[in-house]
């Protein structure tokens, strides 16, 4: 599997603030980049993803930016609240349709959300 | 989106025994994956379950260590064999970009 690196390991804001969690990528091969929320002792859940062929996309206070040149997305999330305080991950896929994508991770930000 | 349900949520087991975890989808789907947490680390591909074939597996992962059956379009088994406390981790059943709530796995 293809690397995708995730940076910070860890992030504290306050709330209110902005959170901002970055990712690249090797594979230009990369068609569908997601990202995850994850709460302790739950599964992984998607949050939003994106494709190459746009650049910004944004739901509800979160944002993912694509940077196809650089290889690199960004998850904003505005207005940060303490709900959000869980670990982030984005990931990467080559997937012809829904079912048959096969995920690289990053290696995960703990958010915390300070009140 | 589909909804995925896993079973067991957790087990506690003994090492050099084996425990197969089952996931359930409410929709036929094509492919189904399987991946492993460690704790506190990210998740990594086990292996991906097609239904009529073999499964296929990513380096690190062996079919005797992680035998997968994948009977019909909507259900998947993952057995975790001979296990030791290394094995102790999260295993989360994936389809379509979604994920299972996971089955926590503690190995004695």
């Known amino acids: 599997q293809q690397q995708v690196k995730q940076s910070p390991q860890s992030l504290i804001v306050q709330k209110g603030g902005i959170s901002i969690i970055n990712c690249a990528y090797e594979?230009?091969?990369?068609?569908?980049f997601p990202w995850y929320q994850q709460f302790p002792g739950k599964g992984p859940a998607l949050l939003i993803a994106?494709?190459?062929?746009?650049s910004e996309k944004k739901e509800g206070r979160f944002t993912i930016s694509f940077n196809k040149s650089a290889k690199q997305f960004s998850l904003h999330i505005m207005d940060s609240q303490p709900g959000d305080s869980a670990t982030y991950f984005c990931?990467?896929?080559?997937?012809?349709?829904?079912?048959?994508?096969?995920?690289?991770f990053g290696s995960g930000t703990q958010l915390t959300v300070l009140p | 989106s589909a909804v995925i349900s896993q079973k067991p949520s957790r087990d506690i087991c003994q090492r050099g025994t084996s425990l197969t975890i089952q996931c359930q989808v409410d929709?036929?789907?094509?492919?189904m994956f399987w991946y492993r947490q460690q704790p506190g680390q990210s998740l990594t591909l086990i292996a991906t379950?097609?239904?009529?074939?073999?499964?296929?597996?990513e380096s690190g992962f062996v079919i005797d260590k992680f035998p997968i059956s994948r009977p019909n379009l909507t259900f998947s088994t993952l057995t975790v064999s001979n296990m030791s406390p290394e094995d102790s981790s999260i295993y989360l059943c994936?389809?379509?970009?979604?994920f299972g709530q996971g089955t926590r796995l503690t190995v004695v």
């Open positions: 994936s389809v379509d970009s979604g």
């Open positions: 594979n230009t091969a990369f068609d569908y």
């Open positions: 994106i494709r190459p062929d746009v």
């Open positions: 990931a990467a896929s080559i997937g012809s349709s829904g079912s048959a994508r096969q995920l690289t």
């Open positions: 929709s036929q789907v094509t492919m």
């Open positions: 379950a097609n239904q009529g074939s073999e499964a296929t597996y």
